[in-house]
């Protein structure tokens, strides 16, 4: 059971995060770009192995797959038991998170990751993390993300977007 306790929270300090644990990440998000391998036909990534850092203790319940108008806000939500891994496609997307576990370390603190065509990145984001997206102008989002947990809608917990609770600043992008 993963249930831990979660408080709202004006943001403490925000971070962009590109690949690897740098300062200022969340504990627990891990971001790992993609190897991608391009020769005369396209390209080749893999995406998950069993053995990578990124799915460690994950196991797979449930893979979905959401498309998104550019432009758009998608935000905040959380859940008490279940991990996401966000793979970003097509489009490009800053993901927001901020850490609302009052017993974790870096309790306060929000990270921005640009994912997406331009930028070839998995986003691990553990239980009593809030996220959300915003999806930059150009192409519209599609993004599959796996979950250790098939959908329970008591597990799933919403913010506005602009809660003053948290203070996260949006970078232009209007919401709809």
């Not at 850092?53 to 797959?65: D, H, N």
């Not at 017993?103 to 809030?130: C, H, K, M, W």
Request: hydrophobic share 40%.
């Amino acid at each position: 059971m993963k249930s831990q306790r979660v408080e709202l929270t004006q943001i403490k300090e925000h971070v962009v995060v590109g690949g690897g644990v740098v300062p200022g990440s969340i504990e627990g998000v891990v971001v790992r770009e993609l190897n991608v391998i391009p020769d005369d036909r396209g390209h080749f990534a893999e995406v998950f192995r069993k053995d990578d850092p990124i799915a460690a203790g994950f196991e797979f319940q449930q893979t979905s797959l959401t498309r998104t108008r550019a432009g758009v806000i998608k935000a905040f939500h959380y859940h008490l038991e279940q991990d996401d891994i966000f793979l970003p496609l097509l489009g490009t997307v800053r993901v927001a998170l901020v850490d609302l576990r009052s017993d974790s370390a870096t309790f306060g603190v929000a990270n921005s990751v640009f994912a997406g065509e331009l930028y070839q990145r998995a986003i691990r984001i553990p239980a009593g993390v809030a996220h959300g997206y915003e999806v930059l102008p150009g192409d519209d989002l599609t993004m599959i993300y796996y979950t250790d947990r098939t959908y329970n809608p008591d597990d799933e917990f919403r913010l506005p977007f602009d809660d003053p609770r948290i203070g996260f600043k949006w970078w232009g992008i209007e919401n709809r």
